[in-house]
């Protein structure tokens, strides 16, 4: 999810706010809407182009790559091992993920979901969590700087992002513009009638 | 799928044309096209939108009902059981088929597909699949009759039809026009960069 000028987060990520001044309620809108996302705990919801997205988030993926900026507020060397992620007790990726740090620590388990933590590059990283996913997809579940560092590396074979109806005029690039990928990748633009705007890619 | 002008299949099935006049090749274009088409041979495929609907085909699908006349071109009672529908040795289903007819058989299993042959009114036949499909959904999957024999008895939840650029003239009608259905189910009316336009409906 980005906004309309290409941020995946907002600027000065904290405990009180993960994705810094913006609201990941806004960003986050057209998913919330639909009867298949993961958090919801009411029946209901829409069942139209975007639940498509939002049911196909779990469909034939082993494990999930995540930055650490996605897994928590802290940097550097790990003050304590009490930070868990920004979940809870039972986080909804429900298979291995794999949190790419310069900064190791044991892995843990919540839930049916159990975090690691590796050092190294992309394709190191990748390694582990497609041996981890035995067959399956891995799903690359960002935040935007694990996703640059991942397609400049040549390690995606498919990226949906959608693009939100705001502007946050700064904070964490995706890109400047999805035309930055078109010389690699396919890319269809797919407005939904929740106003946000699907680019679905895969490799050329 | 349906043509443009809202027929199912065409006029005239027959063992050597299942679709009667019509080209299922051309009205499926869309879907062969895609990397997860269920009868795809070939690696390749495209990734975009269309495949979001290819992929979901089988997602958390437990059963499926189909009409006798999806099931194969015979009328009437059975001549033999020789016949074992359209899709070979390898059915793309890989749950429990229902096949409503009023003419009973024994059941028979293919590969990991089972086909059941059932009487009885939509109600009585979307029980028996339920049963079978264990907490997951089932899947209608057409012909256009047995669809709108659903729709009228109020058992269809969500819907999705993809609409081809082409007109078939005659056959087997789904509807006059997709507003029909408008007074009972919100509809999405999506259209594919690959010309098909996706028709997504809901309860309301």
Redesign the interface.
């Known amino acids: 999810m980005v906004s309309e000028d290409g941020f995946g987060t907002g600027e000065g990520q904290s405990l009180e706010r993960p994705f810094g001044h913006a609201d990941p309620r806004e960003l986050a809108a057209w998913a919330g809407a639909t ?1 298949s996302w993961p958090n919801r705990t009411d029946p209901g919801g ?4 975007d639940d ?2 939002t ?2 988030f779990s ?1 034939n993926i082993g494990a999930e790559i995540m930055g650490r900026n996605k897994f928590g507020p802290q940097r550097g060397p790990w003050q304590d091992h009490e930070w868990r992620g920004w979940w809870g007790d039972e986080p909804p990726f429900h298979t291995p993920v794999f949190v790419m740090t310069h900064h190791e620590r044991p892995s843990f388990t919540l839930s049916d979901t159990t975090f690691h933590f590796v050092a190294g590059d992309p394709a190191t990283v990748l390694e582990r969590a497609k041996e981890a996913a035995q067959g399956k997809d891995v799903r690359l579940g960002g935040g935007p700087t694990i996703v640059r560092e991942f397609l400049e590396a040549g390690l995606v ?2 990226l949906h992002v959608a693009v939100s109806p705001l502007k946050l005029g700064s904070g964490v690039r995706l890109w400047n513009s999805p035309e930055d990928l078109v010389d690699r990748y ?1 890319l ?1 633009v ?1 407005p ?2 929740s106003g946000v705007t ?1 680019h ?1 890619f ?1 490799r050329r």
């Open positions: 009867a829409t069942r139209g182009l498509y997205f049911r196909d469909h074979d498919t396919h269809e797919v939904s009638p699907h679905l895969w």
